[in-house]
C-alpha cells in the first residue's frame, strides 16, 4: 500500500461517516431488480468500520482496485454481517453516539487475517 492509498490522502468525496463500536444501527439498502426495487433493513451494533479493496480486475481506481466501505455488525442473533456502504446505503443510528466525518482505516484482507469476516 503506497501513501496515494492511505486515507490521509484521500479527498472530501472519498470521506464518510464513521460509526463507532457499540452504536447500534439500521441499515437499509435498496437493491435494483429489472422493474423495481427491492428493499432490505438490517439491525445491530457496529463492530468496526474499514475501507477494503475489492477483487474486482476491472475496477480502475487507487492500485486498478475498487476500494469499498464496510461496515461490520453484529445482529441480535449473533449473526456477524458485512455490508458494503454505496450511494443506495442508509445508516440511522438507534442509540449510541452519532457519526462523525472522516475515511475509514484501509486494510489489506491478506495481511490483517482480522479484517475478513468471510
Not at 457499540?22 to 429489472?34: D, F, H, N
Not at 456477524?80 to 454505496?86: I, R
Not at 440511522?92 to 489489506?108: F, I
Amino acid at each position: 500500500m503506497n501513501e496515494s492509498q492511505t486515507s490521509a490522502a484521500l479527498n472530501d468525496s472519498q470521506k464518510t461517516l464513521l460509526y463507532s463500536p457499540g452504536t447500534r444501527v439500521e441499515v437499509t439498502q435498496q437493491i435494483a431488480q429489472r422493474s423495481h426495487v427491492y428493499p432490505i433493513s438490517v439491525i445491530g451494533t457496529v463492530l468496526r468500520q474499514e475501507r477494503q479493496e475489492s477483487g474486482s480486475w476491472f475496477a480502475r481506481n487507487k492500485g486498478d482496485r475498487l476500494w469499498l466501505d464496510r461496515l461490520i455488525i453484529q445482529k441480535d442473533d449473533g449473526e456477524k454481517v458485512v455490508l458494503n456502504l454505496d450511494e443506495f446505503s442508509s445508516v440511522k443510528v438507534l442509540a449510541g453516539s452519532q457519526p462523525t466525518a472522516g475515511a475509514a482505516p484501509m486494510v489489506l484482507p491478506n495481511m490483517d487475517r482480522s479484517s475478513s469476516l468471510t
